[in-house]
C-alpha cells in the first residue's frame, strides 16, 4: 500500500489520499505524480493564473460523498448527429455498443505517465496519480470519419473522479470532435484530454459544458499540432459552483492553425473559466481566438488568454480577442490577455472589452415593439451569436443556438 503524508489536509484532501492509499495497484509515475502533487496542493487565488478561479478555497470545505443523485443517462443532445458514442461516467469509461468502424481504432488503456510542460500544475498532476484508466482512440492516417466523436462527461455523484482521453489524429486525417460536460452531479470532476494532430490533420472540436448549478470541473485540453495541422475549436458553457476549461496548443511544425472560439453564459452564482497557453515554438503558424462571456445575478467569466512566441518562430500570426458583457451591477468579468514574444518578425495582438448592453440599441428595438425583455434577450443573442455562427456544422450549430436561446428563456 503506497503511503503519503499531506500536511494538514483539508477534509477533501483527506479523503483522496485514503482513496490513493487504498489501491492495490500503484504506478512509479503515478507515485511520482502524487509526491509532487503533496508538494504542490490545490491552488488558490494566489497563484498566478488562479486568482479568480481558486480551487483550494471551494474545495478544502467539500465533502465528498458516496450519494449518488441519479445514474439514468439521457439520450444525448447531439444523438441526431448519429455520433460514434464514448461515455465517462463519474470516471468509469464506457465504450460505443457497437462494432468499431473503419479508419478507428479505440479502447481503454493505461494513463499517460505525465505531460513534462504540466508536471507543476497542481490538478493536472493529480489527475495523472489519480486516474486509473483512460481511453484511447485513434483516427487512422487519411481518414476521413464522417460521423462525429462524442465524448460524453457525465457526473452523476457527490464524490470525486478522474478520467483520461488520449486521441491521436494521424497524418491527414478529418474528423470531428464533439464533447460534454453534463450530470446534476455536485461532485469534483477532473478531465485531462491529451491530444496530437500528426501532419496535416484537420479537427473541428466542440465543448458543450452543460452541468448542474453544483458541479466542480476542471478540464485540460492539451495538443501538439504539427505541420500544416488544422485545429477548430468552439466551446460553450454555463458553468457551475466552480468550471475551468484549460487549452494548452504548442505549434510544433510549420504553417499550422488553430481557430479557438469560445462562449459563457453565467447565471445565479455560476463560475466559468476559459484559460488558455498557446505556444509557438515553429514559424508561419496562426492562431485567432475569439471569447464572449455574458453574465448576470452573481455569475463571474473569466478569461485568460496567452500567446507565447519563441525566438523561432518568425512569421508568426496570432490575434485574441475577449469581450464581456455584464448584465447586472453584481455580475463580475475577470480578463487577462498577455503577450510574451521572443520573436522580431510576428503580428500578434490582443484585445479586451467590458461593458453593459448598448441602451441606444434598447432604445431603438422598443420603438420598433418590442418589450425591455425581448429587446434585451435580442442583443444577447447576437452578442453570443458571433460565435455560434462561426460552426459550419448545420447540425451542431443548432444545437448550440438552441442552448443560448434556452438560457434566455430560463
Known amino acids: 500500500m503506497a503511503q503519503t503524508a499531506i500536511q494538514n489536509p483539508s477534509v477533501f484532501e483527506a479523503a483522496l489520499e485514503a482513496a490513493y492509499n487504498t489501491r492495490s495497484k500503484t504506478g512509479e509515475a503515478q507515485a511520482a505524480a502524487f509526491d509532487r502533487y503533496v508538494k504542490l496542493r490545490l491552488p488558490n487565488r494566489k497563484v498566478e493564473g488562479w486568482k479568480w478561479s481558486d480551487f483550494n478555497n471551494v474545495l478544502r470545505s467539500f465533502e465528498p460523498a458516496n450519494d449518488v443523485l441519479d445514474t439514468t443517462v439521457a439520450p444525448s443532445a447531439f444523438a441526431g448527429l448519429d455520433p460514434l458514442e464514448f461515455r465517462i461516467v463519474d470516471g468509469r469509461i464506457e465504450l460505443p455498443a457497437e462494432d468499431m468502424p473503419e479508419g478507428l481504432r479505440y479502447g481503454v488503456m493505461d494513463t499517460v505517465a505525465t505531460i513534462p510542460e504540466l508536471e507543476n500544475h497542481a490538478i493536472a498532476t493529480l ?35 478522474f478520467a483520461q482521453t488520449m486521441i491521436r489524429f494521424s497524418e491527414n486525417s478529418r474528423a470531428t470532435l464533439i464533447e460534454t460536460y453534463e450530470g446534476e452531479g455536485a461532485g469534483f470532476y477532473s478531465h485531462l484530454f491529451h491530444t496530437v494532430l500528426r501532419d496535416g490533420a484537420q479537427i473541428k ?50 504553417d499550422s492553425s488553430a481557430m479557438v472560439n469560445s462562449a459563457s453564459l453565467l447565471a445565479d452564482a455560476r463560475h466559468a473559466d476559459f484559460t488558455s497557453d498557446i505556444r509557438h515554438f515553429a514559424g508561419s503558424c496562426q492562431a485567432r481566438q475569439l471569447h464572449k462571456g455574458v453574465a448576470k445575478d452573481l455569475g463571474r467569466n473569466v478569461f485568460q488568454g496567452k500567446f507565447y512566441v519563441k525566438r523561432e518562430a518568425q512569421k508568426t500570426d496570432a490575434q485574441m480577442t475577449a469581450n464581456a458583457l455584464l448584465l447586472s451591477d453584481t455580475a463580475e468579468a475577470n480578463h487577462k490577455p498577455e503577450l510574451e514574444i521572443y520573436a ?43 460565435i455560434v455562427e462561426r460552426i459550419d456544422n448545420d447540425g451542431v450549430r443548432d444545437i448550440f443556438a438552441l442552448r443560448v436561446k434556452e438560457w434566455l428563456d430560463e
Open 344 to 386: 522580431d518578425d510576428v503580428e500578434c495582438a490582443h484585445g479586451s472589452t467590458v461593458g453593459a448592453l448598448d441602451e441606444d440599441a434598447l432604445f431603438y428595438l422598443r420603438q420598433r415593439g418590442l418589450d425591455e425583455e425581448q429587446a434585451r434577450a435580442l442583443l444577447v443573442e447576437a452578442f453570443v451569436g458571433e
Open 205 to 254: 472540436r466542440y465543448v458543450l459544458q452543460n452541468a448542474g448549478e453544483q458541479s466542480i470541473s476542471h478540464a485540460i485540453c492539451a495538443a501538439k499540432i504539427d505541420e500544416q495541422a488544422r485545429l477548430e475549436q468552439t466551446s460553450l458553457s454555463t458553468g457551475g459552483r466552480l468550471s475551468r476549461h484549460e487549452n494548452h496548443f504548442h505549434f510544433w511544425a510549420l
Open 127 to 161: 489527475n495523472v496519480a489519480m486516474t486509473r484508466k483512460a481511453l484511447g482512440v485513434e483516427v487512422r492516417e487519411g481518414v476521413e470519419f464522417d460521423r462525429p466523436i462524442l465524448v460524453r462527461h457525465i457526473n452523476t455523484g457527490a464524490g470525486f473522479s
